[in-house]
């Protein structure tokens, strides 16, 4: 088979009038792929920080509008794109739905996921910042990113974890930072041979005197049982959220010191055999 050199030009002169056609179409497709994700980015962030002047939407909230605000322009500019090409608009859309109920069916797991984490955006049992324990999955950490797909926290030693929001939903979840006050509990062993009246006085005063005590609240303290050791005391008190740890590592001091400045003395030093919450807990690393 010879080929003329006609049916060069011929060739030439099609591939010339394609190109002359193409390359236009695959210039403005490119331009909108550029010009169109960095839009895409511009706005999703700009969504996201007018969001942040409101403060009734949570940083959680936010963010996740701002992904699908931006997700959702991609797809946009995708379409776009390849329509300039010349792909029917129909065509891809019809291929792009039969698309996502394939990999819906590929990725149920995963849509378990966004089901859990829609639910934990709309109940908001945990917002960003708080300190979290989901039982039985080793999951603790402090709250710094929340997704559809995953939450990420921040470990008491520093470690980021990516949890999947499934995991998550489905158990049992203890938020240490979602209530304003927190309860200080410390029972103390006194010798037997004093009086357990003045004593409970002396360690109620002290405790009230701190800073850390919550002001419209009272200070319980009260004999829980006798032994051979002495009188068991109990000392109960609220304390801000804020000022938790403070008030807990400064406790057996308050106590030690209030009796002292009673004029207190005991045949044997104050003892402490119970301090909650106690430091050292996986919630005393929600600071």
């Not at 193409?22 to 895409?40: E, H, N, S, W």
Request: hydrophobic share 50%; charged share 15%.
């Amino acid at each position: 088979m010879q080929i003329s050199f006609g049916d060069i030009n011929g060739i030439t002169d099609a591939l010339t009038a394609w190109l002359y056609l193409f390359v236009p179409q695959a210039l403005a497709a490119i331009l909108i792929l550029v010009f169109g994700l960095t839009a895409a980015n511009f706005l999703s962030k700009g969504f996201v920080r007018m969001l942040g002047a409101s403060t009734r939407i949570d940083l959680s909230i936010r963010q996740v509008l701002g992904s699908a605000l931006r997700y959702g322009l991609i797809v946009i500019v995708l379409v776009a794109a390849l329509s300039q090409l010349g792909v029917p608009s129909a065509s891809l859309l019809a291929v792009l739905g039969a698309s996502g109920l394939a990999i819906g069916l590929a990725l149920q797991g995963t849509l378990t996921n966004i089901s859990a984490g829609v639910m934990l955006l709309w109940l908001r049992p945990f917002r960003v910042g708080d300190y979290i324990v989901v039982a039985n999955q080793g999951i603790a950490g402090t709250v710094r990113e929340m997704g559809l797909f995953n939450c990420v926290l921040q470990t008491r030693d520093g470690v980021r974890l990516f949890a999947p929001n499934a995991q998550v939903w489905n158990f049992s979840i203890a938020n240490f930072r979602s209530n304003k006050r927190r309860l200080v509990e410390a029972q103390v062993v006194v010798p037997a041979d004093t009086a357990p009246g003045p004593i409970l006085e002396a360690l109620k005063k002290a405790v009230e005197g701190t800073q850390a005590t919550s002001t419209n609240t009272a200070v319980d303290a009260y004999v829980e049982g006798v032994s051979g050791d002495g009188y068991s005391i109990v000392v109960r008190h609220w304390v801000p959220q804020a000022k938790l740890w403070q008030a807990v590592r400064s406790l057996y001091d308050v106590l030690d010191a209030g009796l002292k400045n009673e004029g207190i003395e005991l045949s044997a030093p104050l003892r402490m055999t119970r301090r909650f919450p106690e430091p050292g807990t996986e919630s005393s690393y929600a600071e």
